[in-house]
């Protein structure tokens, strides 16, 4: 998940843009009239985006007069002449309050002062340093750390890689590819014998013709 891009790259203030950072969200909308911001998290769980004050932002994929959120897209509201330009490089902000409110994520940061700054971000993608994380338990771990990861079964057969995780509510389920064949497979103790970061693979108790 890190973009190579920005690696090494030094933004405002000389602030470097960090070698392990991890997308989080996206800045779907303005706040209020003060400068705040509502962020879209890519995780049910947006304990990434409280980990830390330090947030780099990307500019938006979209193309220009478009804004994108998962799996959303959504016509953007026609610039006013006193709208400063959209985030054109990637930025550093650096973030003084955030709490949930409903499936967004309210936030207020330094240097963004009025509703216009506010739009001028919107649509922009959010990194976090990944060595910011809370330390998960022994039990746990974070989606971007499984991601890449090669699954086998008992027997040792490879069953593919983890491409992406599905959230179904009660638990995850991984999404596994391998050689054009698709595999989901739930994230529980049932089905999942051990995870090893360090291996960079994961044991299930899942067969070739599940």
């Not at 911001?37 to 330090?54: E, M, N, R, W, Y």
């Not at 006013?80 to 990637?90: D, W």
């Not at 930025?91 to 963004?112: H, M, S, W, Y």
């Not at 064949?181 to 960079?200: G, W």
């Amino acid at each position: 998940m890190n973009d190579r891009s920005t690696q090494s790259l030094v933004l405002e203030d000389g602030v470097v843009w960090p070698e392990d950072a991890v997308e989080v969200g996206r800045i779907v909308d303005a706040w209020g009239v003060k400068g705040g911001i509502k962020v879209q998290p890519f995780s049910a769980d947006p304990q990434a985006l409280f980990c830390t004050k330090k947030w780099f932002l990307r500019p938006a994929e979209a193309a220009a007069g478009a804004v994108t959120k998962p799996g959303v897209a959504e016509a953007a509201k026609p610039a006013a002449s006193k709208v400063p330009p959209r985030l054109s490089a990637p930025r550093f902000l650096k973030v003084k309050q955030a709490r949930e409110q409903g499936d967004v994520i309210v936030v207020t940061a330094e240097g963004l002062d009025d509703r216009n700054a506010a739009e001028a971000l919107k649509g922009s993608r959010i990194f976090v340093s990944r060595s910011a994380f809370p330390t998960p338990d022994s039990d746990e771990f974070y989606w971007v750390d499984l991601i890449g990861l090669d699954v086998v079964n008992r027997e040792g057969e490879a069953l593919g890689q983890v491409v992406d995780l599905i959230e179904t509510g009660p638990n995850c389920v991984l999404r596994c590819e391998a050689e054009g064949t698709e595999r989901l497979i739930p994230f529980v103790s049932a089905y999942i014998d051990s995870v090893s970061l360090a291996d960079k693979r994961i044991v299930a108790n899942w067969g070739l013709d599940y």
